[in-house]
Structures are given as structure tokens and as C-alpha cells.
T-cell receptor
């Protein structure tokens, strides 16, 4: 069964600090992995998308890594800001022709405090 | 439109009533997904449409749930005889196609509260 596990479930950090969110998956055959940010009361918004051959990808203060061998990804947030407070969702796509090929993690709820 | 539009944004209903939620995807997006998100929980797949193909209904939790889509445009999610357990945010997302690295664009969701 395809699964995506995220840790920690929730995290509180001080503004300006860095943090790293983890995503472990057992999705096969793997196609790509995406990180989404979901602000409270809003729909998720894509941050990064990584394919099998990519090890790291940055989007501003967000840096995602992917280890396809260990089936792990991380999202590193540098110099956190209050606006980073949100849920971060890891989504893994399987390489097939079925519509429901996306497996969502439960998300990490990040709170950045001043 | 510029984004995925969902309506209503909030709906409060009494147990046993039917509700209809609407999703306007981005023009040109052939794939459309419905997800349910309970308070503090992750996204739960409900149904998927791709062009004129038969929809993937494997995520619908019961026969009280149904969804329609007209061509590659508007979709409606209908919940009949609502129960308190149906209270959640219902998110719609669309993308250009089903395969590859196409990114889902989500709407803001419809928050349903069943009293």
C-alpha cells in the first residue's frame, strides 16, 4: 500500500530560526514528490516538485532534498518568518496511468513565533 | 479564471439535508480532483475526473456522495442526507493533465458544518 509519513506532526520555532521537515514514503513506482504549503483556511500551494533524478531543489528560503534510495525527502526552511506558519504537505506521485496516483502525507503544522 | 474557484466558501446545514458544492477549475485543465480535509487531518481523496473518461470514484466514502463534471468545466459534489461526520473542508484541485509533473492548483475549499 502506498503511504507517505511526515514528521514531526507539529513544530514551534522562533522567528529567524531554521527548521527541517521530514517525509518518508513507500510509493511505487515513484514518479515525483511535491511539497505544498497550506495556510489556514486556504488550499495547498505548490512549493517544489522533485523527480527521481533530482537531489535538491530550492525555492527562495525553502530547500527540498530527495533521497530516492532511502525514499526520504526533507524540506528545510531558512531564516523563518511569521508568514511561514502553515501546514506543509508532502505528496508523492506514482508512475502509472491511474487518476488517483497521488498519495498525501498528513502534513506538518509549523508555527513561527516572534 | 485565474484560479480554482469553489462555492460556497462556508455552508452550515442540518443533519439529513442535502448539500451541493461547486468547483470551477482553471480553464484548460483537464484533470479535476475532489478531496476532503477534516479538522487537523490530512487530505482524503474522494473522486477524480480526467476529460471524458469515466471518473475514478474509489475514494467516495458512501453512496450518499456523488459528483458530476460537465466536460472539462464545472464540477459539483453532492452529499445527500448529510451526517455530522461529513463536517469538513472539501477541496477541489485541477491540473493540466494526469501524468508527469503537473502541479495541482487548489481552490480555497468549501467548509461544511453539519449540525
Amino acid at each position: 500500500k502506498n503511504q507517505v509519513e511526515q514528521s514531526p506532526q507539529s513544530l514551534i520555532i522562533l522567528e529567524g530560526k531554521n527548521c527541517t521537515l521530514q517525509c518518508n514514503y513507500t510509493v511505487s513506482p515513484f514518479s515525483n514528490l511535491r511539497w505544498y504549503k497550506q495556510d489556514t483556511g486556504r488550499g495547498p500551494v505548490s512549493l517544489t516538485i522533485m523527480t527521481f533524478s533530482e537531489n535538491t531543489k530550492s525555492n527562495g528560503r525553502y530547500t527540498a532534498t530527495l533521497d530516492a534510495d532511502t525514499k526520504q525527502s526533507s524540506l528545510h526552511i531558512t531564516a523563518s518568518q511569521l508568514s511561514d506558519s502553515a501546514s506543509y504537505i508532502c505528496v508523492v506521485s506514482a508512475r502509472n496511468n491511474a487518476g488517483n496516483m497521488l498519495t498525501f502525507g498528513g502534513g506538518t503544522r509549523l508555527m513561527v513565533k516572534p | 479564471g485565474a484560479g480554482v474557484s469553489q462555492s460556497p466558501s462556508n455552508k452550515v446545514t442540518e443533519k439529513g439535508k442535502d448539500v451541493e458544492l461547486r468547483c470551477d477549475p482553471i480553464s484548460g485543465h483537464t484533470a479535476l480532483y475532489w478531496y476532503r480535509q477534516r479538522l487537523g487531518q490530512g487530505l482524503e481523496f474522494l473522486i477524480y475526473f480526467q476529460g471524458n473518461s469515466a471518473p475514478d470514484k474509489s475514494g467516495l466514502p458512501s453512496d450518499r456522495f456523488s459528483a458530476e463534471r460537465t466536460g472539462e468545466s464545472v464540477s459539483t459534489l453532492t452529499i445527500q442526507r448529510t451526517q455530522q461526520e461529513d463536517s469538513a473542508v472539501y477541496l477541489c484541485a485541477s491540473s493540466r493533465a494526469v501524468s508527469g509533473a503537473n502541479v495541482l492548483t487548489f481552490g480555497a475549499g468549501s467548509r461544511l458544518t453539519v449540525l
